[in-house]
């Protein structure tokens, strides 16, 4: 096995011009822990070029530009073609311990220095969600910005997608989070987590092992989201794409609560789309399961939204802090 030659090793023989005394190191590790190792931590654990691009929000070219480039500074390949797939050769096996190892510093480091208490900041922060956000994923983030900013005085306004996005324009909220693609031309959107939107069904469902195809969605009994909410908008974009209005299903109810939706469905042989992060408690107890749809996957980005011009110091540093730690709890 060939060892990953060492970052001076490295600049020497690539020719490059190196900063003085020993700031080599120094010059190398910050070339390549900015974002190239989150990149390639990213694509080792994805072990999928398209998904660590949805995670990273960059585009898949940008993704195998950076994994070659780093590459091409550690002179050793870090993936090889697997059946269909990828996996990490031997170097990037050990790159991958290090990179973490490097990354989880890195993490410590930005968590002590933009999270810590020595300037304290108090005020108070109007935020708005979309229901899907306010009741799976904010909470614990909640918590734990309390416990680091117990100055802020935090009111949490609940709603789909529509009623979030005109609290914001309206200037009810300071920051909204939605769901999916930006609307509002007079709002300014920035991205902030991937969700995944799946068919689900209680034990009562009756559906081929295999899953569904799309002509057959037509024959199951759905339960959707009311006009206005962001998981219903994207579910229509997503059938639409496939020639598939929402008025030839055959929908039976329409309920304007997630949790309403899931208690329907562990009592009937209906069908829903759901966020994922809204039933992983359900798939775990068994009391709902996923039906698999072929050809069809629907993902939608939650977003912040703001006023145009809107740069509120104690806004900026929520929607830092929940992209940090989102995924951390």
Known sequence: MSAIPSAVAIMRRKGACRPPGGMVEYYFLSMITDFRLKVFETVARRLNFTRAAEELFITQPAVTRHIKELERLLDARLFKREGRGIALTAEGVRLL???????????????????GRNSPVSGELSLGASSTMSQYVLPPLLALFNRHYPEIRIWLKSGNTEEIEQAVQDESVQLGIVEGTATRANLHYQPFMEDEIILAGGMQAAVPSEGLSLPQLSHVPLIMREPGSGTRRVVEEALKKHGISVSGLHVLMTLGNTESIKMYLEH?????????????????????????????????TFHFVAGHGDHS?????????????YNKI
């Not at 110091?313 to 730690?325: A, D, M, S, T």
Request: charged share 30%; with cysteine; proline share 2%.
């Open 97 to 115: 311990a290090h990179s973490r190892r490097i990354l989880k510093e890195y993490e410590t480091l930005v968590e002590e220095i933009s999270f």
């Open 268 to 300: 009937s042989p209906a069908c829903s789309f759901l966020s994922s992060l809204a039933v992983r408690g359900e798939f775990k107890r068994g009391s709902l399961k996923e039906i698999h749809l072929r050809h069809l996957e629907i993902r939608r």
């Open 313 to 325: 110091r104690i806004n900026e540093l929520f929607i830092k802090f929940c992209r940090y730690y």
